[in-house]
């Protein structure tokens, strides 16, 4: 009958134990702690293997053709380690993601068929503020008062404009009301504690 522990006692579960080359049974735990152990003794393996990686990397980067800012038009070289790059630097991709581009217009309308007109209509009937804490937008973006649309998640249908603070808390609360009314109930016990102290 084999031994359901190991020779280090961990316990043998399937979830825990593997087959070796020579069909014998291997401790996944013991087998983990022996790779960190030598890990810990041989420190220049991982410098080494690091730098063979980055060189590989730069290698294949020096091959390809290339890549075209998709902000600006102009063309770039991707340096190592930066083949998911879409700018040519940060000037461009800062300009992108603070101007609002034409990529955020068209995420709103294929997903809510919200146009840009629309978006701006809806603002400004709200007084270019947020319809639950009344702060003006400014900004875009993950600024906190930067204006976003907030949605039914059952629906998808458009519901109003929040500021990203409103509309993350209200996707904290999961968008049910029996959960923020336990949060104002907790806040108004609370709130009378403090008041009587």
């Known amino acids: ?107 709103l309308w294929d997903r809510y068929r919200v146009t840009k007109a629309q978006f701006e209509s809806m603002c400004e009937a709200q007084g270019n503020a947020c319809a639950i804490c009344r702060a003006g937008f400014s900004g875009v973006g993950l600024e906190k008062t930067a204006p976003q649309l907030d949605h039914c998640h059952s629906a998808g249908s458009p519901r109003g404009i929040l500021c990203r603070l409103c509309n993350t808390a209200l996707g904290n609360f999961k968008d049910d009301p029996a959960l923020i009314q336990r949060a104002l109930e907790y806040l108004a016990c609370h709130r009378d504690k403090e008041a009587a102290a």
């Open 1 to 107: 009958m084999k031994s359901d522990i190991c020779k280090n006692g961990h316990h043998r579960t399937p979830e825990s134990t593997y087959r070796k080359a020579n069909g014998t049974m291997g401790c996944l735990l013991c087998q983990r702690a022996g790779q960190a152990r030598w890990k810990k003794n041989h420190p220049e393996h991982r410098i080494v293997t690091n730098a063979r990686r980055r060189a590989k990397t730069a290698e294949k980067l020096a091959d390809q053709a290339p890549a075209r800012c998709k902000c600006c038009g102009v063309e770039f070289t991707k340096i190592a380690g930066g083949h998911q790059r879409k700018y040519c630097g940060d000037t461009c991709k800062s300009l992108v993601l603070t101007s609002g581009g034409a990529r955020r217009w068209r995420w």
